[in-house]
Protein backbone atom coordinates (compact mmCIF):
# COMPACT_ATOMS: atom_id res chain seq x y z
CA UNK A 1 0.00 0.00 0.00
CA UNK A 2 1.46 3.40 -0.83
CA UNK A 3 2.78 5.89 2.21
CA UNK A 4 -0.64 7.30 3.62
CA UNK A 5 -1.13 11.24 2.04
CA UNK A 6 -1.29 12.71 5.57
CA UNK A 7 2.02 10.75 6.63
CA UNK A 8 3.74 11.91 2.91
CA UNK A 9 2.92 15.56 4.42
CA UNK A 10 4.20 14.77 8.08
CA UNK A 11 7.66 13.41 5.72
CA UNK A 12 7.41 16.50 3.59
CA UNK A 13 7.27 19.08 5.65
CA UNK A 14 10.16 17.56 8.16
CA UNK A 15 12.33 17.49 4.55
CA UNK A 16 11.25 21.25 4.10
CA UNK A 17 11.66 22.61 7.68
CA UNK A 18 15.87 21.28 6.95
CA UNK A 19 16.29 20.97 10.45
CA UNK A 20 19.71 18.53 11.97
CA UNK A 21 18.20 15.01 12.21
CA UNK A 22 18.93 13.81 15.54
CA UNK A 23 22.13 11.50 14.50
CA UNK A 24 23.54 15.01 13.55
CA UNK A 25 22.78 16.31 17.34
CA UNK A 26 24.45 15.77 20.70
CA UNK A 27 22.61 13.64 22.65
CA UNK A 28 21.35 16.68 24.89
CA UNK A 29 20.42 18.61 21.97
CA UNK A 30 18.83 15.59 20.51
CA UNK A 31 16.48 15.25 23.61
CA UNK A 32 15.87 18.95 23.75
CA UNK A 33 14.78 18.85 19.99
CA UNK A 34 12.70 15.86 20.75
CA UNK A 35 10.85 17.14 23.57
CA UNK A 36 9.90 20.63 21.69
CA UNK A 37 8.73 18.45 18.78
CA UNK A 38 6.80 15.59 20.25
CA UNK A 39 3.99 17.49 21.06
CA UNK A 40 3.10 19.20 17.26
CA UNK A 41 1.14 15.99 16.11
CA UNK A 42 -0.16 14.39 19.11
CA UNK A 43 -3.76 14.22 19.97
CA UNK A 44 -5.28 16.17 22.58
CA UNK A 45 -4.61 15.47 25.83
CA UNK A 46 -7.32 13.56 27.72
CA UNK A 47 -8.14 15.26 30.95
CA UNK A 48 -8.12 12.92 34.21
CA UNK A 49 -9.05 12.31 37.18
CA UNK A 50 -5.48 12.62 38.96
CA UNK A 51 -1.89 12.83 38.11
CA UNK A 52 0.80 11.70 40.53
CA UNK A 53 4.38 12.47 39.98
CA UNK A 54 6.51 9.97 41.49
CA UNK A 55 10.28 8.53 42.67
CA UNK A 56 11.05 5.23 42.39
CA UNK A 57 13.55 3.29 43.73
CA UNK A 58 16.34 1.43 41.90
CA UNK A 59 18.65 -1.63 42.62
CA UNK A 60 21.56 0.66 42.86
CA UNK A 61 20.42 3.68 45.41
CA UNK A 62 19.36 5.88 43.11
CA UNK A 63 15.79 7.31 42.13
CA UNK A 64 13.73 7.67 38.92
CA UNK A 65 10.62 9.77 37.82
CA UNK A 66 7.46 8.50 37.00
CA UNK A 67 4.32 9.68 35.99
CA UNK A 68 0.81 8.22 37.53
CA UNK A 69 -2.61 8.37 35.41
CA UNK A 70 -5.73 8.05 37.02
CA UNK A 71 -8.23 8.28 34.84
CA UNK A 72 -11.15 8.09 37.56
CA UNK A 73 -11.17 8.26 41.48
CA UNK A 74 -9.02 5.53 42.84
CA UNK A 75 -11.23 3.14 44.63
CA UNK A 76 -9.44 0.86 47.16
CA UNK A 77 -12.66 -1.42 47.25
CA UNK A 78 -12.31 -2.27 43.49
CA UNK A 79 -8.82 -1.16 42.18
CA UNK A 80 -7.89 -0.69 39.02
CA UNK A 81 -5.83 -2.67 36.62
CA UNK A 82 -2.34 -0.96 35.17
CA UNK A 83 -0.81 -0.31 32.13
CA UNK A 84 3.44 0.18 32.87
CA UNK A 85 4.52 2.38 30.54
CA UNK A 86 8.08 2.65 28.46
CA UNK A 87 8.70 5.57 26.40
CA UNK A 88 10.48 5.05 23.22
CA UNK A 89 13.24 7.52 21.77
CA UNK A 90 16.48 4.86 21.06
CA UNK A 91 17.28 4.88 25.16
CA UNK A 92 18.84 8.41 24.36
CA UNK A 93 15.73 10.64 24.02
CA UNK A 94 12.28 10.96 25.14
CA UNK A 95 10.65 11.43 28.91
CA UNK A 96 7.07 10.85 30.51
CA UNK A 97 6.78 14.21 28.83
CA UNK A 98 6.65 13.71 25.44
CA UNK A 99 4.63 10.87 25.90
CA UNK A 100 1.93 12.82 28.04
CA UNK A 101 -1.05 12.15 25.79
CA UNK A 102 -0.37 8.96 24.67
CA UNK A 103 -0.61 7.67 28.04
CA UNK A 104 -3.36 10.06 29.20
CA UNK A 105 -5.23 7.91 25.97
CA UNK A 106 -4.34 4.57 27.29
CA UNK A 107 -5.67 5.62 30.53
CA UNK A 108 -9.09 6.75 29.69
CA UNK A 109 -9.59 4.51 26.36
CA UNK A 110 -8.67 1.59 28.15
CA UNK A 111 -10.28 2.40 31.72
CA UNK A 112 -7.18 1.47 33.48
CA UNK A 113 -4.49 3.63 35.41
CA UNK A 114 -0.59 4.43 33.63
CA UNK A 115 2.57 4.34 35.00
CA UNK A 116 4.99 5.87 32.44
CA UNK A 117 8.36 5.15 33.75
CA UNK A 118 11.21 7.97 32.84
CA UNK A 119 14.32 5.36 32.85
CA UNK A 120 17.64 7.23 32.71
CA UNK A 121 18.65 7.90 29.28
CA UNK A 122 21.86 7.22 27.15
CA UNK A 123 24.51 8.23 26.90
CA UNK A 124 24.97 8.81 30.53
CA UNK A 125 23.59 5.90 31.39
CA UNK A 126 24.83 2.72 29.49
CA UNK A 127 22.61 -0.90 28.58
CA UNK A 128 21.73 -2.47 31.26
CA UNK A 129 21.00 0.75 33.23
CA UNK A 130 17.11 1.19 31.31
CA UNK A 131 16.34 -2.34 31.36
CA UNK A 132 16.89 -2.63 35.34
CA UNK A 133 15.04 0.88 35.57
CA UNK A 134 12.06 -0.70 33.81
CA UNK A 135 11.82 -3.42 35.88
CA UNK A 136 12.27 -2.09 39.09
CA UNK A 137 9.86 0.31 38.55
CA UNK A 138 7.27 -2.55 37.54
CA UNK A 139 8.15 -4.45 40.88
CA UNK A 140 7.62 -1.42 42.67
CA UNK A 141 4.04 -0.57 41.22
CA UNK A 142 3.36 -4.69 41.72
CA UNK A 143 4.44 -4.22 45.39
CA UNK A 144 2.84 -0.82 46.26
CA UNK A 145 -0.11 -1.17 44.17
CA UNK A 146 -2.61 -1.21 46.92
CA UNK A 147 -1.61 2.36 48.04
CA UNK A 148 -2.40 3.62 44.47
CA UNK A 149 -5.81 1.70 44.55
CA UNK A 150 -4.09 -0.78 41.53
CA UNK A 151 -5.16 -4.49 41.38
CA UNK A 152 -1.64 -5.85 41.11
CA UNK A 153 -3.06 -8.96 39.36
CA UNK A 154 -4.01 -6.86 36.26
CA UNK A 155 -0.94 -5.55 35.15
CA UNK A 156 0.55 -4.86 31.89
CA UNK A 157 3.33 -4.09 30.21
CA UNK A 158 3.69 -2.02 27.29
CA UNK A 159 5.73 0.81 25.23
CA UNK A 160 6.57 2.06 21.72
CA UNK A 161 10.10 1.05 19.99
CA UNK A 162 12.92 1.39 22.40
CA UNK A 163 10.20 1.70 25.44
CA UNK A 164 8.67 -1.67 23.32
CA UNK A 165 12.25 -3.37 23.66
CA UNK A 166 11.79 -2.90 27.43
CA UNK A 167 8.59 -4.31 27.71
CA UNK A 168 9.45 -7.53 25.86
CA UNK A 169 12.15 -8.16 28.38
CA UNK A 170 10.26 -7.25 31.62
CA UNK A 171 7.58 -9.49 30.27
CA UNK A 172 10.31 -12.20 30.76
CA UNK A 173 11.68 -10.93 33.97
CA UNK A 174 8.40 -10.93 35.44
CA UNK A 175 7.43 -14.19 34.57
CA UNK A 176 10.66 -15.17 35.89
CA UNK A 177 10.02 -13.31 39.04
CA UNK A 178 6.39 -14.53 39.45
CA UNK A 179 4.84 -11.60 38.48
CA UNK A 180 1.92 -12.53 36.27
CA UNK A 181 1.19 -9.97 33.62
CA UNK A 182 -1.75 -10.44 31.71
CA UNK A 183 -0.76 -8.34 28.34
CA UNK A 184 2.48 -7.13 26.40
CA UNK A 185 1.59 -4.19 24.58
CA UNK A 186 4.26 -3.83 22.01
CA UNK A 187 4.51 -0.66 19.29
CA UNK A 188 6.88 -1.19 16.62
CA UNK A 189 9.30 -2.62 19.08
CA UNK A 190 12.60 -3.08 18.46
CA UNK A 191 14.24 -6.39 19.10
CA UNK A 192 17.24 -6.92 17.15
CA UNK A 193 20.74 -5.85 17.94
CA UNK A 194 21.58 -5.37 14.41
CA UNK A 195 20.00 -3.93 11.70
CA UNK A 196 19.99 -6.98 9.22
CA UNK A 197 16.36 -7.59 8.08
CA UNK A 198 14.89 -6.55 4.80
CA UNK A 199 13.26 -3.59 6.16
CA UNK A 200 16.02 -2.34 7.35
CA UNK A 201 17.46 -2.12 3.76
CA UNK A 202 14.14 -0.92 2.47
CA UNK A 203 13.39 2.00 4.60
CA UNK A 204 17.01 2.93 5.68
CA UNK A 205 16.09 6.66 4.49
CA UNK A 206 13.34 9.22 3.76
CA UNK A 207 10.84 7.33 6.57
CA UNK A 208 11.27 9.70 9.25
CA UNK A 209 13.60 6.46 11.52
CA UNK A 210 17.03 6.66 9.15
CA UNK A 211 19.88 3.88 9.66
CA UNK A 212 22.04 6.64 10.65
CA UNK A 213 19.64 7.38 13.38
CA UNK A 214 19.18 4.14 15.08
CA UNK A 215 23.00 3.64 14.74
CA UNK A 216 23.30 6.67 16.79
CA UNK A 217 21.24 5.73 19.17
CA UNK A 218 22.92 2.04 19.92
CA UNK A 219 26.08 3.63 19.67
CA UNK A 220 24.98 5.57 22.99
CA UNK A 221 23.55 3.00 24.85
CA UNK A 222 25.35 0.19 24.20
CA UNK A 223 29.03 -0.54 26.52
CA UNK A 224 30.44 -2.37 23.31
CA UNK A 225 29.58 -4.31 21.00
CA UNK A 226 29.27 -7.61 22.46
CA UNK A 227 26.18 -6.15 24.12
CA UNK A 228 23.88 -6.06 20.78
CA UNK A 229 24.28 -10.12 21.02
CA UNK A 230 22.78 -9.25 25.28
CA UNK A 231 19.09 -11.04 24.96
CA UNK A 232 17.83 -7.85 27.19
CA UNK A 233 18.88 -5.70 24.39
CA UNK A 234 18.23 -8.12 21.20
CA UNK A 235 15.37 -10.32 22.88
CA UNK A 236 14.81 -11.57 18.93
CA UNK A 237 18.04 -12.91 18.46
CA UNK A 238 20.38 -12.16 21.19
CA UNK A 239 22.45 -15.32 22.31
CA UNK A 240 23.76 -13.58 25.86
CA UNK A 241 22.20 -15.14 28.59
CA UNK A 242 19.19 -15.81 26.60
CA UNK A 243 16.13 -17.22 28.47
CA UNK A 244 13.47 -19.34 27.72
CA UNK A 245 10.61 -17.55 26.30
CA UNK A 246 7.70 -19.75 26.84
CA UNK A 247 5.04 -18.81 29.07
CA UNK A 248 5.38 -15.04 28.93
CA UNK A 249 2.33 -12.80 28.69
CA UNK A 250 0.21 -12.44 25.97
CA UNK A 251 1.41 -9.88 23.66
CA UNK A 252 -0.14 -7.50 21.18
CA UNK A 253 2.24 -6.20 18.31
CA UNK A 254 2.27 -2.94 16.33
CA UNK A 255 4.30 -3.07 13.14
CA UNK A 256 4.14 -0.21 10.42
CA UNK A 257 4.43 -0.85 7.26
CA UNK A 258 7.15 1.59 5.99
CA UNK A 259 8.88 1.21 9.49
CA UNK A 260 12.87 -0.01 9.52
CA UNK A 261 12.02 -2.26 12.61
CA UNK A 262 8.52 -3.82 10.99
CA UNK A 263 10.38 -7.09 9.86
CA UNK A 264 11.49 -7.85 13.39
CA UNK A 265 8.63 -7.10 15.28
CA UNK A 266 6.70 -9.72 12.83
CA UNK A 267 9.66 -12.46 13.26
CA UNK A 268 9.71 -11.63 17.21
CA UNK A 269 5.68 -12.34 17.03
CA UNK A 270 6.68 -15.43 15.12
CA UNK A 271 9.33 -16.15 17.36
CA UNK A 272 6.79 -16.10 20.24
CA UNK A 273 3.89 -17.82 18.96
CA UNK A 274 6.06 -20.76 17.70
CA UNK A 275 6.66 -20.76 21.55
CA UNK A 276 2.96 -21.46 22.45
CA UNK A 277 2.79 -17.92 23.48
CA UNK A 278 -0.65 -16.14 22.68
CA UNK A 279 0.35 -13.43 19.94
CA UNK A 280 -2.05 -10.82 18.04
CA UNK A 281 0.40 -9.08 15.24
CA UNK A 282 -1.39 -6.16 13.55
CA UNK A 283 0.50 -4.38 11.01
CA UNK A 284 -0.75 -0.95 10.22
CA UNK A 285 -0.39 0.01 6.44
CA UNK A 286 0.73 2.78 5.01
CA UNK A 287 2.29 4.25 8.29
CA UNK A 288 5.93 5.13 9.45
CA UNK A 289 7.57 4.52 12.75
CA UNK A 290 6.32 6.53 15.72
CA UNK A 291 2.81 7.06 13.76
CA UNK A 292 1.00 6.21 17.16
CA UNK A 293 2.46 9.72 18.26
CA UNK A 294 0.45 11.72 15.25
CA UNK A 295 -2.59 11.07 15.97
CA UNK A 296 -3.73 14.83 16.08
CA UNK A 297 -2.67 15.17 12.33
CA UNK A 298 -3.09 11.35 10.64
CA UNK A 299 -6.98 10.70 11.04
CA UNK A 300 -6.23 6.69 10.43
CA UNK A 301 -3.64 6.77 13.94
CA UNK A 302 -7.00 6.67 16.15
CA UNK A 303 -8.02 3.31 14.85
CA UNK A 304 -4.54 1.65 15.90
CA UNK A 305 -5.11 4.08 19.34
CA UNK A 306 -8.62 1.96 19.34
CA UNK A 307 -7.09 -1.40 18.54
CA UNK A 308 -4.68 -1.08 21.30
CA UNK A 309 -7.10 0.18 24.00
CA UNK A 310 -9.64 -2.85 23.08
CA UNK A 311 -6.22 -5.16 23.89
CA UNK A 312 -6.14 -3.65 27.22
CA UNK A 313 -9.14 -3.65 27.93
CA UNK A 314 -9.65 -7.23 26.74
CA UNK A 315 -7.01 -7.77 28.62
CA UNK A 316 -8.31 -6.57 31.83
CA UNK A 317 -11.28 -7.59 31.68
CA UNK A 318 -12.62 -3.88 31.59
CA UNK A 319 -15.71 -3.34 30.35
CA UNK A 320 -15.99 -0.72 26.90
CA UNK A 321 -18.47 1.15 28.74
Known amino acids: MPLNPKIEQVLDMIERARRPKLHEMTAQDARASYEKSAPILEIASAPMFAIEDLRIPTRDGATI ?35 DALCRMFARDAKCTVLSVDYRLAPEYKFPTAVEDAFDALVWLHSHAAEYGVDASRLAVGGDSAGGTLATVCAVLARDAGIELVLQLLIYPGTTGHQQ ?47 DFHGVAPAW ?55 AAAALRAAFGVDAH
Open 65 to 99: RARLYHPVEPSWAEPAPALVYYHGGGFTVGSVDTH
Open 197 to 243: TDSHSRFANGFLLSGDTIQWFFDHYVRDRSDRDDWRFAPLDGRHGAP
Open 253 to 307: IATAEYDPLSDEGDAYAEKLHALGNRVTLKRYPGMIHEFFKMGGFVPEVGAAHAD
